[in-house]
């Protein structure tokens, strides 16, 4: 993908508003300048990460370091939660604990799985509350191809009512149980003649062992546990780990306010001073970005092309290299990159299923990988770059990877005679921490 | 360990176990009358009037394959392997995993289970002999140079037993490995040098973790791991020795991957696959199958024999099959124009090493190669052999991830076994 002249212009004018930080050098001053509250451009690359699965262009940090708005930060929320690409980054998280994946052990069947992520997808947008998500999940019946939230009842390992059990309570309370088999032992699938669709139905038998009471379970007795498992799950989403009591609290309340809704509890979560908190020992906790963010970051700034596959030996499914990771729906879709950098199997649909921590073989891949070396010859060698002068061209790899201008001690050591060469910059800057992980 | 199996005492082992496996895997699928099974009387439609030659050990190999004919007496071949799959996709998966497709699981390649059986984890193998723990810092599985695609060679058993695919080419001035050489010709000091940099360039504080994964991805780097990719560390006698185009002036790419599989070995690498493609000759068959059957000639000899001379030939598995074989009667008909189609019903094999005895031959074909007549051997009882060979149980349970502990044995015990395993072969 070229990278236009408009961009690198806009991203030049981003220099002289941000030039205070130029000047720079102490890492506190970069990263948290206002007594340990985190930068501005580092807020908005955070807001931009957790939302849209992205990092900003320099066009976008320069436009929120230079509004002169007391509600910017409230006003760049509003407008990702909005966005395509927040509907995108959530459904895929949804799908995650959902197991939306065609082949083994779940089993959905593709046609079953496009659909289902359309309509996970479209919840997402439309923005419905958690209880109605749950009960539609629960109430519908009918063909997997035709209404899509039967998928519900067909995504599990094992299609035992102990099994079902397990899937579902894993899904909407957070505790992988068989306790509640009884709900589920008249939920029953029967084949089409229509290649593998499946009607979910119930068998018959008494009205206390079905989906509809396990509902009334969950807005009853269970309701504390069913309110706090998407209030956990977004805790783990932005600071990688469960909520404690007291904040598990303070944000199940929010939740309760905003009528069960994910975009008021993530209002909600960004205003607070934790999220404004500076990087380091007691600030933002550090986390690498996920597999398919990060792909989507490498691909985006050096228009390199994706190569997905499906590991099933049958159908064998494949996408258009362009195709954003992040808007793969089936989890059993994926690529050496994907698998590589922990990508979950959506087998299990718990938390811990997606794996961010870094490994050997990752940095080994970053620092080697030759098809990333090409990926950095193509962004330098694109002609509006090449025309750049040196520091500028440091400039702009620095705001296109990291968000923020070079310090000076920065441009210095980047210095025209030091011979460095922009792609060796770009390297540099790919495997720093500050690119890899949300800070 | 398999519950079935508890009570049945193991067989002593009567040979050592081999420690290395290379695989030579001819993507498309070679001719079995044009390499191992050669039936020079036969109509000129199946054979196209070409000859066979006798080999050292009195059989008979085709025309194209004089070194092999020579040295013989390191490896067999099988003259009626046998399966019902002609798709590649599925002849590939079956030829690797020793599964039928299908059944919404992806079973592991013979790659991942005897490499993941050599290393500790949670995946490890129940059948581990001691003495063939791999602790090197390269994985225990390498793939030259492009992995097969289509399917994942590690099946369920995950990233972590997933092989090395080197990409690049070996026969290029520099063998860039992806990930283990860094690309762009840099020097030792110049790798050192830009690590050094790296780790003063990042802003943040240090942490441990992400140190760690950087310390040991740079001892892989900067070790005696990468050396092993390092081909101008070998004699230039003994590049050549594999093989170079008709006038000498380049090195064949195949013949250089199984240089670097040689050296593999030596590092101790359990399992190395060289997926070899081009032999999909559907047209002008004898056109386009005289150069890759002799440049494979001149590598696999040379590996045998340098394998034999360096003493590792005993240790090491070396296989060499594809998916199927050809149609026997050639197809002049256009667009064919003398093509072969695929075949899976009778075709050919080598196995050297590790056990397995040379100069011998396994089966039998009719007169041109149309049905097995003697022996059948599947690629269960193939692969089999080579898992038995390498000290990995084939009838064992598979190594257990959680969520497959009912899957097992590691063949499919839903295939029936016509004539079992490479017994009388084996050392």
């Known amino acids: 993908m070229a990278i236009s002249r408009r961009a690198f212009l806009a991203g030049a004018s981003a220099f002289s508003i941000m030039e205070g930080l130029a000047s720079a050098a102490s890492n506190a001053r970069i990263f948290a300048p206002n007594g340990g509250q985190a930068a501005e451009f580092l807020i908005c690359r955070r807001l931009y990460l957790d939302i849209c699965g992205r990092i900003p262009t320099p066009e976008e940090v320069n436009e929120y370091v230079a509004s002169r708005s007391t509600r910017k930060r409230e006003n760049l929320v509003d407008k990702l939660l909005e966005s395509d690409d927040f509907a995108d980054y959530y459904a895929m998280r949804y799908c995650d604990f959902l197991r939306v994946k065609s082949e083994f052990p779940i089993n959905l069947w593709p046609n079953a799985v496009y659909v289902y992520h359309h309509w996970i997808r479209d919840t997402i947008r439309r923005d419905m509350p958690w209880n109605e998500f749950a009960r539609t999940l629960l109430f519908s019946r009918g063909s997997n191809f035709r209404v899509p939230q039967v998928n519900f009842l067909r995504a599990a390992a094992s299609r035992t009512p102990e099994g079902l059990s397990k899937a579902v309570s894993t899904s909407l309370l957070l505790e992988p149980t068989e306790k509640y088999a009884k709900y589920f032992s008249r939920v029953r699938w029967k084949k089409t003649r229509e290649w593998k669709e499946e009607i979910v139905y119930l068998d018959d038998g008494p009205a206390d062992a079905s989906p509809e009471a396990f509902m009334a379970e969950l807005e009853g007795p269970l309701a504390p546990q069913f309110v706090a498992a998407p209030v956990q799950r977004v805790h783990w989403w932005i600071y990688g780990s469960l909520a404690k009591k007291y904040e598990l609290e303070r944000w199940a309340n929010a939740f309760r306010k905003g009528g069960y809704r994910l975009k008021p509890l993530l209002r909600y979560v960004f205003s607070q001073t934790d999220y404004r908190k500076g990087p380091g020992k007691g600030g933002f906790p550090a986390r690498r970005m996920d597999a398919e963010v990060l792909d989507d970051v490498l691909c985006t700034l050096t228009g390199a092309r994706r190569d997905f596959g499906s590991i099933a030996p049958e159908p064998y499914s494949f996408l258009p290299p362009t195709r954003k990771s992040v808007l793969v729906e089936d989890g059993s879709i994926t690529s050496a990159f994907l698998i590589l950098f922990g990508r979950p199997a959506r087998d299990s649909g718990l938390l811990d299923e997606r794996n961010n921590r870094i490994t050997a073989k990752q940095r080994l891949y970053l620092y080697n990988s030759s098809k990333l070396w090409r990926d950095l010859g193509r962004l330098v060698e694109c002609k509006d770059f090449a025309e750049l002068s040196h520091a500028d061209q440091i400039r702009e790899l620095y705001m296109r990877f990291l968000s923020r201008p070079p310090v000076r001690d920065e441009l210095f050591y980047f210095d025209e005679k030091n011979n460095i060469g922009a792609r060796d910059v770009a390297w540099f800057l790919l495997n720093s921490r500050e690119f890899l992980y949300r800070i | ?427």
């Open chain 2, 1 to 427: 360990m398999n519950t079935n199996k508890q009570n049945k005492a193991p067989e002593p082992a009567k040979r050592g176990f081999a420690k290395s496996v290379i695989e030579i895997w001819l993507w498309g699928g070679p001719c079995q009358l044009e390499t191992f099974d050669p039936k020079p009387d036969a109509p000129h439609d199946y054979n196209n009037g070409l000859k066979s030659i006798k080999s050292a050990s009195g059989f008979e190999l085709h025309e194209w394959l004089p070194e092999l004919a020579k040295c013989s007496n390191l490896y067999s071949i099988i003259r009626s392997m046998t399966h019902r799959y002609p798709g590649h996709e599925t002849a590939t998966y079956l030829m690797q995993t020793g599964r039928n497709p299908g059944g919404g699981v992806t079973y592991p390649a013979l790659g991942a289970l005897i490499s993941s059986s050599r290393v500790k984890g949670p995946g490890k193998g129940n059948s581990v002999q001691s003495g063939l723990l791999y602790e090197g810092d390269l994985p225990p599985f390498v793939i030259l140079t492009h992995a097969k695609g289509r399917f994942s060679e590690v099946g369920f058993l995950g990233e972590a037993y997933a092989p090395l695919v080197t990409g690049g080419r070996a026969s290029a001035k520099r063998f860039e490995v992806d990930g283990i050489v860094p690309p762009g010709g840099l020097t030792r000091e110049q790798i050192i040098d830009r690590f050094g940099r790296a780790s003063r360039i990042d802003r943040l504080p240090p942490d441990a973790e992400f140190e760690a994964a950087g310390a040991a991805a740079r001892e892989i780097i900067l070790g005696k791991a990468a050396e092993t990719f390092d081909l101008t560390r070998e004699k230039e006698q003994t590049r050549k020795r594999y093989g170079t185009n008709p006038a000498g002036t380049s090195y064949t790419e195949i013949g250089q991957q199984l240089l670097v599989a040689r050296r593999l070995v030596e590092y101790g690498v359990p399992y190395i696959s060289i997926n070899y493609s081009g032999w999909d000759s559907h047209k002008r068959h004898f056109e386009t199958m005289n150069r890759p059957t002799h440049e494979m000639d001149k590598a696999v000899s040379a590996l045998l024999q340098d394998l034999n001379e360096r003493g590792l030939l005993d240790s090491t598995i070396v296989w060499l099959s594809g998916e199927f074989g050809r149609v026997p009667k050639v197809d002049r008909q256009p667009p064919w124009n003398g093509g072969r189609n695929h075949f899976p019903r009778c075709f050919s094999a080598l196995v050297a090493g590790g056990g397995f005895k040379g100069g011998q031959v396994v089966g039998e074909s009719d007169e041109t190669t149309d049905h097995v007549k003697e022996r059948p051997v599947t690629p269960q009882d193939f692969l089999g052999s080579i898992m038995e060979l390498a000290g990995v149980d084939p009838d064992d349970r598979l190594p257990n991830p959680m969520w497959l502990k009912e899957y097992g044995p590691v063949m499919n015990p839903k295939v029936k076994s016509q004539c079992g395993r490479l017994k009388e072969i084996y050392v």
